[in-house]
């Protein structure tokens, strides 16, 4: 018989959940891994967003610093059915990991990092870029992705240099021979940088987060019907 080791996850019950929970499909969940082509692109609203469209599960395996992004993907979800799971390793310093956790007297060990018990589609929320180093022993955010078995999706903001951090993302998605569902771009549109882009990648078009001047619970239920298809 397989044996495993159940964790202490928010809404699990031992004694209830593990007669009814799908151990034979826990692997083949689906799992979407939300990375950007840098820092501040707008992750965890997108995070927020997929959450609820899909009333799926959330999860940020590594948070660094103080500011809590489950927390605040928390505070903006308004379904029910959504249950936020607990960080692999939370880091009191607002670095790339592989620094604030050698602040910490921690390094951070990809095969510690476990997925959650659900059933449930499975949100992972990313830090920073793909090439963010997690450790001093090679280990990027990439590879966190690939160790998961996630499928990526990729959110881009323009900017100067945008397009080349497009490209170059979802190149080393491709090379790691990682899933991409595909793409969502960020704030206004572009029409020039999202036509190569588009073109240059062969990624879908998942759809269009707006310039919000606010971001609340409504904001984020606005969305909901735009992204229910992914």
Same mark, same amino acid.
């Given at each position: ?8 996850? &928010? =809404?699990?019950?031992?004694? +209830? ?20 082509? =840098? ?22 395996? *590594? ?16 379904? +029910? ?34 997925? &959650?018990?659900?059933?449930? +589609? ?32 990729? *959110? ?6 945008? *397009? ?17 569902? =595909? ?17 240059? /990648?062969?990624?879908?078009?998942? =759809?269009?987060?707006?310039?919000? /001047? ?17």
């Amino acid at each position: 018989m397989r044996q495993i080791k159940l964790p202490s996850v &928010p =809404g699990w019950d031992r004694k +209830t959940d593990a007669k009814t929970f799908d151990f034979e499909n826990y692997h083949g969940m689906r799992k979407l891994f939300i990375t950007g082509i =840098g820092t501040d692109v707008g992750k965890t609203v997108a995070a927020a967003i997929l959450t609820e469209a899909l009333e799926a599960d959330y999860w940020k395996p *590594i948070q660094s610093g103080a500011d809590n992004d489950k927390g605040v993907v928390q505070s903006l979800v308004s379904n +029910t059915k959504s249950v936020f799971h607990p960080e692999a390793y939370s880091l009191t310093q607002p670095l790339s990991p592989h620094a604030a956790a050698e602040i910490d007297g921690v390094e951070i060990d990809l095969s510690k990092i476990i997925l &959650p018990i659900t059933n449930n +589609t499975l949100i992972i929320e990313g830090a920073g870029g793909l090439m963010v180093p997690l450790n001093y022993k090679g280990d990027c955010v990439i590879d966190l992705i690939k160790e998961l078995g996630a499928e990526a999706i990729l *959110i881009s903001r323009h900017y100067l240099g945008s *397009i080349n951090h497009t490209l170059l993302s979802a190149e080393a998605l491709k090379n790691r021979g990682i899933a991409v569902a =595909g793409i969502i771009f960020n704030g206004a549109e572009n029409v020039a940088s999202e036509k190569v882009i588009l073109q240059n /990648t062969g990624l879908p078009f998942l =759809g269009r987060i707006n310039e919000e /001047t606010t971001i609340n619970r409504d904001t984020i239920l606005s969305y909901k019907n735009r992204f229910a298809g992914i």
